[in-house]
């Protein structure tokens, strides 16, 4: 039952952190491209590389803090289903560049996002 509570407080601020960054980058951008996501889908891809790395094998090596971190607020902070409605939407409406872009944007700066991640946390 504990792990139940530390995955869903996680997953509360997650779900909060996303809603809240990815609709401030939304706002600042212009264009129909879902920046808002795109810049979720990254930061969470390098928080989740750099969190493992540094906090859940150097300095918190408890499973409950992998229940919190990793699969509560990360799991809900990144937004991958979103990212598949929004891509299908852009498809739907006949923009295949921009929905191709955003395939091709996000898992290439997500997986860029994780390996710097995980290189500044071998680092310190």
């Given at each position: ?20 960054v990815?609709?401030?980058i ?99």
């Amino acid at each position: 039952m504990d792990h139940l509570f530390l995955v869903g407080a996680g997953g509360f601020l997650g779900a909060v952190a996303r809603y809240l960054v990815s609709g401030w980058i939304s706002q600042l951008s212009p264009g129909r491209f879902p920046w808002g996501t795109f810049a979720v889908n990254v930061t969470g891809s390098f928080m989740l590389a750099f969190l493992v790395t540094v906090v859940l094998e150097r300095l918190l090596s408890g499973n409950n803090w992998r229940m919190f971190l990793g699969i509560g607020f990360l799991g809900a902070y990144t937004t991958f289903s979103t990212f598949a409605w929004e891509t299908d939407s852009l498809v739907r409406q006949g923009s295949w560049l921009l929905a191709a872009a955003n395939v091709g944007g996000n898992v290439a700066a997500a997986l860029v996002a994780a390996r710097i991640g995980l290189i500044l946390a071998r680092i310190l």
